[in-house]
C-alpha cells in the first residue's frame, strides 16, 4: 500500500503539471497577443484563434481547479508517509522484540487499530492501479465433472 501511494502521489503530480504548465503557457500566449494587437486590426482568423485559446484555458483551468490533483497527490504522498512509520514500527519490533507475550499482545492490537484506521482515512486507490490479486484458482477434477453443460 505504501508503495502504491507514493506510486499514485507521483502520478498524480505529473498530471497537475500537464494540466497547468500548458494553461501558463496558453495564457501568456493570449496576454501577449492582447498587449501588442490592441490598436492593430487583426485578421478574423487569429481572432477566433485566440478565442479558441481563451475557451482552452478556461477548460484547462476548470478541470485543474475540479480535479484537485495537487491535493489528491498530498492525501497520497501523506498516507505512503503513514505507512513507512507503521512499517518502521514492525522493524523496530522485529530488532528489539517485547519481553513478554502480554505486552507483544497488546502491541499487535495497537498496531492492527492503527492501521485499520490508516486504511479508512486512506485515500482510495482506483482498481487499475493495484497489484494483481491471486488468479482464481481452476475447478478441481471433481468440480469439472459435475458442471453439467447448458444446452
Not at 502521489?9 to 494587437?37: C, D, E, H, Q, W
Not at 497520497?76 to 523496530?92: G, K
Not at 490479486?133 to 478441481?140: D, G, L, Q
Request: aromatic share 10%; proline share 5%; charged share 20%.
Amino acid at each position: 500500500m505504501m508503495r502504491m501511494h507514493l506510486l499514485l502521489s507521483s502520478k498524480i503530480r505529473l498530471l497537475n503539471y500537464v494540466l497547468g504548465v500548458p494553461t501558463i503557457i496558453i495564457a501568456m500566449l493570449v496576454a501577449s497577443y492582447i498587449f501588442f494587437t490592441i490598436n492593430q486590426d487583426v485578421a478574423f482568423w487569429v481572432k477566433m484563434l485566440f478565442g479558441l485559446l481563451t475557451l482552452l484555458i478556461a477548460i484547462l483551468s476548470s478541470l485543474q481547479t475540479f480535479l484537485k490533483y495537487s491535493e489528491q497527490a498530498g492525501n497520497h504522498s501523506n498516507a505512503s508517509t503513514r505507512y513507512q512509520a507503521l512499517f518502521n514500527e514492525i522493524d523496530q519490533l522485529l530488532v528489539i522484540p517485547p519481553k513478554d507475550e502480554a505486552t507483544l499482545g497488546e502491541w499487535c492490537n495497537k498496531l492492527r487499530e492503527r492501521w485499520d484506521a490508516l486504511n479508512l482515512e486512506a485515500p482510495s486507490i482506483a482498481r487499475k492501479f493495484k497489484p494483481e490479486t491471486v488468479a482464481e484458482p481452476e475447478p478441481s477434477a471433481h468440480e469439472a465433472s459435475e458442471q453439467v453443460p447448458v444446452e
